[in-house]
């Protein structure tokens, strides 16, 4: 098949065509591959099939699974698992992209990335960071909160419209940062020292809206972990969804489901305080 180009220097392909060639190279050539890697950005749409990506720590194929294939799966595909699988490797035309048709999927281990988790867990909790004892409860009404994530997320949109509704009058400051990627965890740590330097932050909200174990990742990197522990002023950790847990959250004097329900948490609404003073009068 290469001896086709080879010897067409000079021809003008469709796309389609060179598409196609390309796919019939990658099936013909290498066809059925066996690999190891990690699970990332895992999704089941409507349709039943599987999409996912198989990843190192230098590089990434993207994979799918069909539904009539998953029949035979051990196991719950997510994030940060560490699967061997056996595949087709193909082309899909519409995008060009190369991907790997999987035919068997096997779990290999938890993962880079969660033994990582586990092992600095472990190793913090040993220290004692995430001693209950050192929990400190939230101040009542606070004035003034502090709140780290993006400045252009759905988080902090929801957090302000959680926090306004509650009690118009309150005083937000937001110290943005990246919430993903290479560099955010030490954006993070510097943004929280920067609120307890302020001096009349009475409580800060950390966190970010929901994404995959990588996207959530610099949550639960050390320095974060360090800046939470040293922060003067009680931190609530609202990191992903309900069912997403960081080490931020351990470490937290709160850790609240979502970042709406931490808005929730730290104020409480202001109508229900009226209310209470109407009752005492």
Not at 74 to 86: A, H, N, S
Not at 157 to 176: E, G, Y
Not at 177 to 195: C, F, K, N, W, Y
Request: hydrophobic share 45%.
């Amino acid at each position: 098949m290469p001896g086709l180009l080879q010897h067409a220097p000079d021809r003008i392909f469709r796309v389609t065509e060179l598409t196609r060639l390309i796919r019939q190279v990658l099936e013909d050539e290498i066809g059925e591959v066996r690999l190891e890697g990690e699970l990332s950005n895992v999704r089941r749409p409507g349709s039943g099939h599987l999409y996912f990506t198989i990843k190192d720590a230098n590089a990434q194929i993207s994979a799918v699974m069909f539904r009539g294939q998953q029949r035979g799966l051990r196991c719950e595909l997510k994030d940060g698992l560490l699967v061997r699988v056996q595949g087709l490797l193909s082309v899909y035309e519409k995008s060009g992209q190369y991907q790997l048709i999987i035919k068997r999927l096997e779990p290999g281990g938890q993962g880079a990335l969660r033994e990582a988790f586990e092992a600095l867990k472990a190793r913090l909790e040993r220290e004692g960071l995430f001693d209950p004892r050192r929990k400190r409860p939230l101040p009542r009404l606070p004035r003034h909160i502090g709140i780290v994530t993006s400045p252009t997320g759905a988080a902090i949109c929801d957090m302000i419209n959680v926090l306004t509704r509650r009690f118009p009058n309150l005083h937000i400051v937001l110290a943005p940062t990246r919430v993903q990627g290479e560099g955010a965890a030490a954006e993070i740590a510097a943004a929280m020292d920067s609120l307890n330097r302020l001096g009349n932050i009475e409580v800060i909200i950390i966190g970010r809206g929901g994404g995959s174990l990588e996207d959530l990742w610099c949550f639960n990197e050390e320095i974060v972990a360090r800046a939470i522990a040293r922060s003067a002023v009680p931190v609530v950790s609202a990191v992903g969804h309900e069912t997403d847990f960081t080490i931020s959250d351990f470490v937290a004097d709160l850790r609240a489901p979502t970042p709406s329900a931490a808005a929730e948490l730290v104020v409480a609404a202001k109508a229900e305080i009226a209310a209470r003073i109407d009752q005492f009068r």
